[in-house]
Structures are given as structure tokens and as C-alpha cells.
């Protein structure tokens, strides 16, 4: 199957430091790719959906100026979350739609885990 | 999107079937019904997906009511490995975004 790379998997930054996630699809080319943060044990909350060569559209309430979304080519989209804060401690998961398959999944990355100290 | 009702939580034995219900009574005629299920700490799994038919592939059946308002997943052998969050969701074609519910933390015991 189709198979979404997120990396890194897990990091740790001080207070005040920005962090970039990427993601990409190995195998497929997306033109759209969703991001998630999920806290513990609730339930995934989308973020916003990122396509490609265009601005991300947010979902209310996500903050476009701290969390910025880059979706340069058909198979990356970085998410950077800027001047980080422990509240921004969370699980950040990307997904991304294939856009030649017929059957319309979604294919998700394993997911980074996010710890500001 | 219609919403979705899943059971918070659900036990099974290792080696019988696991049923999980969904509730989806305000589903519209294009809408399709998806199950994804998430493995702690880990980013969602594609199981399977349906519109009116019953389907099946080698990780699960969907058994789909025929007024289409709830819908059963199937493990047809549970095993450890399928302790996981189980997310029934409906959306229609061409979606742009995967909304997701609270789930059902499905339990499967020795």
C-alpha cells in the first residue's frame, strides 16, 4: 500500500524555538495533505489541509502564524510550528490523499511527538 | 458529514470475532462509511471502506444495514496486535478532509 514518511518521530525543544515536521509520500503523488494533533488520549483534531502549490486552508481556530504550512512539491508538506510553547506539546500526525487512486484514502504518517520543555 | 455514535469501549477474546457497531442515521445517499483504526502512539491504518454492499479484504469484513444507518466492522479472528482505537467515519467522495470521532478502544485479551 501506499506509504506516508513523517519524520522525525520525536523531538524535544526549548521554549521559543521552532520546529519542522516533514512529510512526504514515497509512492504517490498528493496534491493534498492534511495535518493533525492529537493530545492524549483524545481523539485526532484536524488542523488544516495543505495543497500543493497553494496557501493551506486552517481550520478555526488554528493559528496560521504559529503553525506554517509549506506544501512545495507533489510529495512534501512541512508543518513548522514557530516560537513553540509547552501547550504546543502534542502528537502531530500529517496524512496525504492520493490523488490517482481511485478508491479516495487517506494514508497517514506514524506521527511526531512533540515535547517543549 | 453525518456524525457517527461508536461505543467508547469494547472487550474481546484473542481468537473470536470482534464486532464493532457504528451508528450513522443521518448518512446521505453519496456518503461512504470508512474504518480506520489507531495502535497507541502511532498515526491512523486504513481498514476498509464501504458504500451499500458488504465488504471484505484480508484485514476485516463491513456488513453495511440496508437503510444504511449503522454499520458493523469485523475482526473475524481478534488478535493482540488489534488492540486499537477504531474510528468509524462517513464522508463522501471526492472529501477533502477526514473528520474524525472519538472512536471505540477496543480491547482484545489473552
Known amino acids: 500500500g501506499a506509504v506516508v514518511s513523517q519524520h522525525p518521530s520525536r523531538v524535544i525543544c526549548k521554549s521559543g524555538t521552532s520546529v519542522k515536521i516533514e512529510c512526504r509520500s514515497l509512492d504517490f503523488q498528493a496534491t493534498t495533505m492534511f495535518w493533525y494533533r492529537q493530545f492524549p488520549k483524545q481523539s485526532l483534531m484536524l488542523m488544516a489541509t495543505s495543497n500543493e502549490g497553494s496557501k493551506a486552508t486552517y481550520e478555526q481556530g488554528v493559528e496560521k502564524d504559529k503553525f506554517l504550512i509549506n506544501h512545495a512539491s507533489l510529495t512534501l508538506s512541512t508543518l513548522t510550528v514557530t516560537s513553540a510553547h509547552p501547550e504546543d506539546s502534542s502528537f502531530y500526525i500529517c496524512s496525504a490523499r492520493d490523488r490517482m487512486g481511485t478508491n479516495e484514502k487517506l494514508f497517514f504518517g506514524s506521527g511526531t511527538q512533540l515535547s517543549v520543555l | 458529514d453525518a456524525k457517527t455514535t461508536q461505543p467508547p469501549s469494547m472487550d474481546c477474546a484473542e481468537g473470536r470475532a470482534a464486532n464493532l457497531p457504528c451508528n450513522h442515521s443521518?448518512?446521505?445517499?453519496?456518503?461512504?462509511v470508512y474504518w480506520y483504526r489507531q495502535i497507541h502512539s502511532q498515526g491512523p491504518q486504513y481498514i476498509i471502506h464501504?458504500?451499500?454492499n458488504n465488504e471484505t479484504n484480508e484485514m476485516a469484513s463491513l456488513i453495511i444495514t440496508e437503510d444504511r444507518k449503522s454499520s458493523t466492522l469485523i475482526l473475524p479472528h481478534a488478535t493482540l496486535r488489534d488492540t486499537a482505537v477504531y474510528y468509524c467515519?462517513?464522508?463522501?467522495?471526492?472529501?477533502?478532509?477526514?473528520?474524525f470521532g472519538t472512536g471505540t478502544r477496543l480491547l482484545v485479551s489473552p
Open positions: 467515519i462517513v464522508r463522501s467522495t471526492g472529501f477533502q478532509k477526514l473528520v
Open positions: 443521518t448518512i446521505s445517499g453519496n456518503e461512504y
Open positions: 464501504g458504500l451499500k
